[in-house]
Nanobody, 124 residues
């Protein structure tokens, strides 16, 4: 079992920055991929970014590429999402997720564990 706890969300003006954290406990070291997703009201959950626990390789959705950076601290079992140049369209609940079996997981169904989510609101 893996437990994920997100933090760092809040209210920010357009153009501002936030850093989200995802603290993982349990058998986090055995996960293949860690990812961030987001879900806005009335919309489906969408992929934002992912990172490999072992190699640190990353991949981003086109909508956040160049603005968001995913990273991990293996010693602290924590994954981060640095979000810069935020736009009102980035407003959503952001979720951290862990995939046990899939390298390069991009779809929500490929992830096995989810955090409770943290709200990010960007005002115009």
């Amino acid at each position: 079992q893996v437990q994920l706890v997100e933090s760092g969300g809040g209210l920010v003006q357009a153009g501002g920055s936030l850093r989200l954290s995802c603290a993982a406990s349990g058998r986090a070291f055995s996960m293949k991929t860690m990812g961030w997703f987001r879900q806005a009201p009335g919309k489906e959950r969408e992929f934002v970014a992912r990172i490999s626990w072992n190699t640190g390789s990353t991949y981003y959705a086109d909508s956040v590429k160049g603005r968001f950076t995913i990273s991990r601290d293996n010693a602290e079992n924590t994954v981060y999402l640095q979000m810069n140049s935020l736009e009102p369209e980035d407003t959503a609940v952001y979720y951290c997720a862990a995939a046990r079996r899939v390298y390069g997981a991009t779809f929500p169904t490929e992830y096995d564990y989810w955090g409770q989510g943290t709200q990010v609101t960007v005002s115009s």
